[in-house]
């Protein structure tokens, strides 16, 4: 383990869990959606549980506390690492942006430069920023994860100083870990991705689908939805020229659907029954949620 990120869910494993739940999934209805707006930038979103997930600039901010308070308690040990760059979580930033997760490329530029990515490709050979975490050392790491009782005549603190962070972060000071990301938690069920769920069993979000996969046809593409769309290389190898087609036409047929706006308005839907249905338990969820990005703001602002 290097420093302690919020994975993105992968579009393909996204894809099978939504092939599951509307196989076995109650019948939905396409009653009580807002009309769609019309959406060409993904940061244009905005949900029911915006109101108890953390923004992109509040996950990076939580980030740089984490890395702070890691790098803190290896220098106790006389492990130095140096601070990120800014590139870095510039690069973060959007790595970990939820919907991007859910709705994949939205952006022509993006899919013009950079296709749909490699999986697990090395930074460098992306072009991206690399973290400093990642010149430690085996032994080091072994600190950082707590693998070890104590190193250099240190007690090294249960559950490493990964595990520290996570404490510090925390308005209990418990070593449960609930992360800070675009995901709203109550208990261990991720609201955001039970609302998608539901969201992908509505006709509305079908008849999506399927007018996109119809765009797409016409550029003699067969992809019944855009989760479906597999890697096209990997890493190390060069971005193509069909590659880059397909990654255009893709982002042309959901402007030219307006998927980002029906796709917004079926999750309203869906996002608002879930606040409907938990609200004293979401109430908690956003206390504590405030509690860490305060936690995390005060050690990004002493640093």
Not at 62 to 69: E, L
Not at 116 to 137: D, M, N
Not at 143 to 170: F, I, K, W
Request: with cysteine; glycine share 6%.
């Amino acid at each position: 383990m290097r420093t302690k990120l919020v994975p993105i869910v992968p579009i393909g494993l996204i894809a099978l869990a939504l092939s599951a739940c509307s196989e076995g999934g109650s019948e939905s209805s396409s009653e009580d959606i807002p009309e769609p707006r019309t959406i060409t930038n993904i940061d244009e979103l905005s949900l029911p549980l915006d109101a108890y997930s953390a923004t992109l600039d509040e996950v990076v901010t939580y980030q740089r506390a984490v890395d702070i308070i890691q790098r803190d308690c290896l220098a106790s040990f006389g492990i130095e690492v140096p601070p990120q760059p800014d590139e870095f979580y510039a690069q973060q930033r959007e790595r970990l942006s939820f919907f991007r997760s859910l709705v994949g490329l939205t952006d022509r530029d993006e899919a013009e430069q950079f296709g749909y990515g490699t999986e697990q490709a090395e930074e460098e050979e992306e072009g991206g920023v690399r973290s400093t975490f990642a010149q430690l050392s085996p032994s080091e790491e072994d600190v950082l994860d707590g693998n070890v009782d104590a190193y250099n005549g240190q007690t090294v603190p249960e559950g490493g100083c990964a595990m520290e962070a996570t404490r510090q972060l925390s308005p209990d000071r418990v070593d449960s870990w609930v992360p800070v990301t675009q995901s709203v938690y109550v208990g261990e069920e991720d609201m955001r991705m039970q609302a998608h769920f539901a969201a992908q069993a509505d006709p509305a979000f079908s008849d999506l689908n399927a007018d996109w996969s119809e765009c797409m046809a016409e550029s003699g593409y067969d992809y019944a939805d855009p989760t479906r769309i597999p890697l096209q290389r990997s890493a190390g190898e060069a971005l193509g020229g069909e590659e880059r087609q397909l990654a255009l036409a893709d982002v042309a047929c959901k402007e030219q659907v307006n998927y980002l706006g029906r796709w917004e308005a079926v999750h309203i839907k869906y996002e608002q029954e879930a606040i409907d249905a938990n609200v004293s338990e979401l109430k908690e969820t956003q206390e504590r949620l405030e509690a860490q990005l305060e936690l995390a703001a005060s050690v990004v602002g002493g640093e």
